[in-house]
């Protein structure tokens, strides 16, 4: 009689850790696993990805950093107060929930923190392979959901934090995904790191809400010939997003990743701006409204507005369990490079993939079927530092 193997385990190492996309992704998946809720907003989950050969959601084990020490189940009991997971569902997980919480390590740099950029680097790398190691698992996948750091000071500055996660990341050999605007591997520094490293990376900040409005109705406009001469666009959160997107700074990397879709999509950039506005009474719940003047036959002008009320966390964390899912699927099959087909994710997608969304789905689902393909098994077979293929360039 044969004994089977245990299946094989994937780390899923979330930087931000303690934060509300963290604990919605953790809970998530626990109550998925457990068929305490379908898999709504889980596009891996769908009929396209059967055969993708991606790690079950029972096979994803969670671990991260933070530099807040909040524990898990009292941040999810928050989330539950504030309307953002069902009652009774943090109780439910709460072994799941508290297991994920003695794997989360202290973050950094925290104030006061003399540990110089290199010492860092190595506690973090050093606390992903300890993680991998303990639980014997096949690879593990680094996501950053970490706040929002301001746009970049440019050379000479010091090295953002989120850069110094992601080349911890790289030091550890895993692959990474950036879920937010931060720079992460958009550093030069690191950029020169990843290429040489044959992991695969995504990127970056997720298109959740009015960004993935504007990415449908955008090639809408361009397709019907209409002519759109602004675009403007006002948000209303609270949350630790809203407050972290109250600087400035970090405001303007996000808003950068919500115009490119305008610019890609319509091959101009129209007049209009994009605000956020930190509303903390709202908590989790945004409210995006976009108003769009356009011209008709014979100059004839119109308006289309739209509002999008959702919950951030919710939209956010079933990307996330995509995510991770399908990087760790192409570490698997040997890809590595930016995974330009995974821009269907993204506000700020790494390559010049398309930038409707219908066709962005195309592409990841064709990457999906690419990813399911005799030959492209377990283990590396096309050996480290190839680039990424492209759905269309894979044979
Ligand atoms: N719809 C969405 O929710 C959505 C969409 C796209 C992108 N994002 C991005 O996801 C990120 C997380 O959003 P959230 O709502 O969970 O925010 P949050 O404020 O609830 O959580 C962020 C977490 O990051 C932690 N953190 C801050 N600095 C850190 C550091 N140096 N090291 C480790 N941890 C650190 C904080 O302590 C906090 O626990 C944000 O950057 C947001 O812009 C969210």
Redesign the pocket.
Known sequence: MSASLPRPRVGVWL????????TTVVTGCAAVTAGLHPPTGMVTETPAFTDSRLPALSDLVFGG????DCPLPKRAETLTAGGVLPPGIATAVAAELAAADREIRP???TPGDTRSEADLITAFADDIRDFTRRHALERTVVVN????EPASQGPGAPLP?STL?ALAALRAGCPYVN????EGLHHPVAAREAEHSGLPHAGR??K??QTLLRAVLGPMFAQRALHVRAWSGTNLLG???G???ADPAAAAA?NAGKERVLADTLGQVPEGEVHIDDVPALG?WKTAWDHIAFDGFLGTRMILQTIWQGC??A??APLVLDLARLTARAHEAGLSGPLGALGFYFKDPVGDGPAGLSEQYEELVRFGRELGRPGRGGGRDTGSGERAETPGEAQ
């Open positions: 930087i931000g850790a303690r934060g509300s996309v963290a950093h933070d530099t807040l973050g950094g740099p959901v970490a706040s929002t934090a996660y879920f937010t605007p931060s900040d997720g959740t809400g949350g630790g997003d407050a972290a997107l996000k989790d951030d966390s939209l956010a």
